[in-house]
């Protein structure tokens, strides 16, 4: 099972929301780079970076900064986060960034992701951030009324090989994950999952771990990470 560490920014900064409330934001570093190469460096296998301004605004706000963690390390580099045109996805590929992350755009036109997820493979994520089983969207700014599940299904069904379940009740809380909703999550469906949302404690990582056989191939960890409540080399060997 993959570790993966979180780098989420927002203008121009290592940060975490709590609960994905851009209200309540907590820096880490001024220096996303520096952040990234120090994972890589600890072993990390792939960064997971979230543009939290572009997630909220619907358009790339930090892709300089990630282009430039994506030069500056060897590990390859996913983003999410304001991706939601053609162009869009070009030109985070041509930056040399390994994996697109699309969400709200998946469900707001569910024709145009099929088509992404055609011409672009494995390049391409979905990530399905829920309250209480029920998908949100534009930053997790706006509910939804789709069950969380039912849209994993219909994406698998159009080819999509990978996603990431985020629990937003649980994001950047440190109160464990829901154990139970990703489980039902990940037996549900057959292609690729990785979880996160409130992961606190390397109880928590060896929980997630007993899920790998029903289909969870990671977890992304954040806040606990920057806090020090998990050491990522120790949860790493757990993985």
């Avoid at 619907?58 to 162009?87: C, F």
């Avoid at 994996?99 to 036109?109: C, F, Q, S, W």
Wanted: hydrophobic share 45%; charged share 25%.
């Amino acid at each position: 099972m993959l570790i993966i560490p979180a780098v989420d920014i927002k203008d121009g900064e290592v940060v975490r929301l709590w609960q994905g409330d851009f209200t309540k934001v907590m820096s880490y570093s001024p220096d996303p780079v520096s952040v990234a190469r120090d994972w890589a460096l600890k072993g990390a296998k792939l960064i997971h970076v979230v543009d939290l301004d572009g997630a909220q605004s619907g358009t790339l706000k930090n892709l300089n900064i990630v282009a430039a963690i994506a030069k500056a390390i060897s590990v390859p580099v996913e983003l999410g986060g304001g991706i939601r045109q053609k162009e869009a996805i070009e030109e985070v590929l041509g930056k040399g960034i390994a994996r697109v992350i699309l969400g709200t755009v998946a469900y707001e036109n569910p024709a145009f992701f099929k088509e992404v997820v055609l011409s672009y493979g494995e390049k391409v994520t979905l990530s399905i951030d829920a309250k209480d089983g029920i998908v949100q969207s534009k930053g997790w700014s706006e509910s939804t009324t789709l069950d969380a599940i039912e849209l994993a299904k219909q994406m698998e069904a159009i080819g999509l090989k990978r996603l990431i379940y985020t629990d937003i009740s649980r994001d950047g809380t440190l109160m464990g994950p829901n154990i139970e909703r990703i489980r039902n999550f990940v037996e549900s469906i057959e292609i690729e999952v990785y979880a996160s949302g409130g992961i606190a404690s390397l109880e928590d990582v060896k929980a997630l771990k007993l899920l790998e056989p029903e289909g969870l191939s990671g977890i992304i960890i954040g806040k606990a990470l920057y806090e020090g409540k998990i050491d990522f080399e120790e949860a790493t060997r757990l993985g």
